[in-house]
């Protein structure tokens, strides 16, 4: 039997097993500049493209009770690169991200029936509502770099990220990605959790 997650959005890294590689860690910074330019590029307002689709799936959530499905198709595909990018430099993985092989990040979101799941009205304020969310992660994303910094040493030192530290940034991650579905990505109207699990 096979039971549906308890939010239409769920987010995992796979834990590296396997010794780190210690020098690509040691130097990860300037290693992920080229992957960096590639990400700024497709959503810096300089690209043309905007990057990640909002006001037009607003729009048509709004006025046609719609969301278009390559709308959603081209919203995840980024959203899943951004992740195996922040993945790559929060050092929860040493395999250089691609740019469209799903590796060792695993981000899923249900795809909306419009009519049925979402309110028409609802995506003129999820931003609004979302702003305790945002408070919480702007305190959790400083802590999760704290706990980079930390397992930036003890992988120089042991070769391994710890299990504790790696499932925070992990968890910090899943809850960003959860109120950007919510207030961005327009794909609930479910409420994100406060909650890293």
């Known amino acids: ?25 040691f130097f990860r ?25 909002f006001f037009a799936p607003l729009l048509l959530i709004l006025f ?25 430099l929060w050092l929860l993985r040493d395999e250089y991200p691609s740019t469209d092989e799903e590796q060792a990040v695993h981000l899923r979101f249900a795809y909306p029936d419009a009519p049925a799941d979402l309110k028409r009205w609802l995506p003129l304020v999820k931003w609004f509502l979302a702003i305790p969310h945002y408070i919480v992660l702007i305190f959790l994303f400083i802590a999760a770099v704290v706990v980079t910094v930390i397992a930036w040493f003890a992988i120089l030192i042991t070769g391994s990220y710890p299990r504790g ?10 809850w960003g990605n959860r109120v950007t579905a919510y207030a961005f990505l327009l794909t609930t109207d479910k409420y994100p959790p406060f909650s890293l699990d």
């Open 1 to 25: 039997m096979n039971t549906a997650p308890a939010y239409p959005v769920t987010f995992d890294v796979d834990y590296p097993e396997e010794k780190r590689n210690r020098l690509t860690v």
């Open 29 to 53: 910074i300037f290693v992920a500049i080229p992957i960096f330019i590639v990400l700024a590029a497709l959503t810096g307002s300089y690209s043309g493209s905007g990057g990640m689709l």
């Open 64 to 88: 046609r009770r719609k969301y278009p499905r390559w709308w959603f198709d081209w919203n995840v595909a980024l959203q899943q690169f951004t992740n195996r990018v922040y993945a790559f």
């Open 165 to 174: 530290m790696f499932g925070f940034v992990v968890g910090v991650m899943r």
